[in-house]
C-alpha cells in the first residue's frame, strides 16, 4: 500500500520560493503518476501539476506554468514541487497524490486517477 508524506510548506514572501517535497513508500515510482494539488478552504481542490511514471512526463496547470517545476528522484522515491515567483493567490495546503500508471485515458488534473493521498502541507505566501 503507497503511502505519501509532504513536507517543505511554510510561510514567504511574495516573490519567493519553496520546495514542497513527497516522499513516496513504493518500490519504484515508475509505477505511479504522481500529482500535485491545491485546496483553499471553500474552494475546489485544483490540479498544480503531475509528472507521470515510466516516461516521467510533466503537466502544469496553466496559473503555474513558467513558476513552478516538478521533478523526481528515484533513488529516493521523492517528488518534488520547486515553487518560485509565489504570489499570494499561491496560498493553499498543497497535496501529493499517486495513481496507478498506464491509463491509457489519463487526465492529469482528474482527482479520480489518484487513489492515494498525503496529508498536505500548508504554504502561506503573504508579506
Known amino acids: 500500500q503507497v503511502q505519501l508524506v509532504e513536507s517543505g510548506g511554510g510561510l514567504v514572501q511574495p516573490g519567493g520560493s519553496l520546495r514542497l517535497s513527497c516522499a513516496v513508500s513504493?518500490?519504484?515510482?515508475?509505477?505511479?503518476?504522481i500529482g500535485w494539488f491545491r485546496q483553499v478552504p471553500g474552494k475546489e481542490r485544483e490540479g498544480v501539476s503531475c509528472?507521470?511514471?515510466?516516461?516521467?512526463?510533466?503537466y502544469y496547470a496553466d496559473s503555474v506554468k513558467g513558476r513552478f517545476t516538478i521533478s523526481r528522484d528515484n533513488a529516493k522515491s521523492t517528488v518534488y514541487l520547486q515553487m518560485n515567483s509565489l504570489q499570494p493567490e499561491d496560498t493553499a495546503v498543497y497535496y501529493c497524490a499517486a495513481g496507478v500508471y498506464g491509463s491509457k485515458w489519463f487526465r492529469w488534473e482528474g482527482q479520480y486517477e489518484y487513489h492515494k493521498w498525503g496529508q498536505g502541507t500548508q504554504v502561506t505566501v503573504s508579506s
Open positions: 513504493a518500490d519504484t515510482l515508475n509505477f505511479y503518476n
Open positions: 509528472i507521470s511514471g515510466w516516461e516521467g512526463t510533466t
